[in-house]
């Protein structure tokens, strides 16, 4: 599947590997990369591939969700937030990632909430991108 028209591009550099440099040019963001202790690294103050991926794939669906919510006329509680947990393990010829992403909808009753994330995960650009290649597990917190 291809996109029609690219609205925005983002640009990244990294340097360094897990134990480098991530900066984005356009904006401040110049990030410290440091290895975490149980993937064999130094651990450290920096952040790793995983928290970056989550941070983004939590504030990519609550925009999903904002979307679906506008387009079928839902009210959604301003402070929804999503808790974003990302694995990395081994898989038979590498390394894989999984996620999960507990949903907090505070005063939206379940069943609507449900139905609302399950949407979200249809139009969400990181599922789109995940779905199929990982185990992605949603639920409301």
Do not use: W
């Not at 387009?71 to 393990?89: E, F, H, L, M």
């Not at 069943?111 to 991108?129: D, F, Q, R, T």
């Amino acid at each position: 599947m291809s996109i029609e028209q690219v609205l925005y591009r983002a640009h990244a550099k990294a340097t360094g590997g897990r134990d480098g440099r991530a900066v984005v040019p356009e904006s401040n963001l110049d990030l410290t990369l440091t290895t975490p202790k149980s993937l064999g690294g130094a651990g450290g103050t920096g952040v790793n591939p995983e928290q970056l991926f989550a941070a983004g794939y939590g504030a990519c669906f609550i925009g999903a969700m904002k979307f679906v919510a506008a387009r079928d006329k839902i009210a959604i509680p301003s402070d929804v937030s999503v808790d974003a947990s990302v694995g990395i393990g081994a898989i038979p010829n590498g390394f894989g990632i999984e996620v999960d992403l507990k949903v907090s909808l505070p005063g939206m009753e379940r069943g609507a909430a449900e139905g609302l994330i399950a949407a979200a995960h249809i139009v969400c650009p990181y599922s789109n991108a995940t779905r199929g290649n990982i185990d992605v597990r949603l639920s409301v917190a």
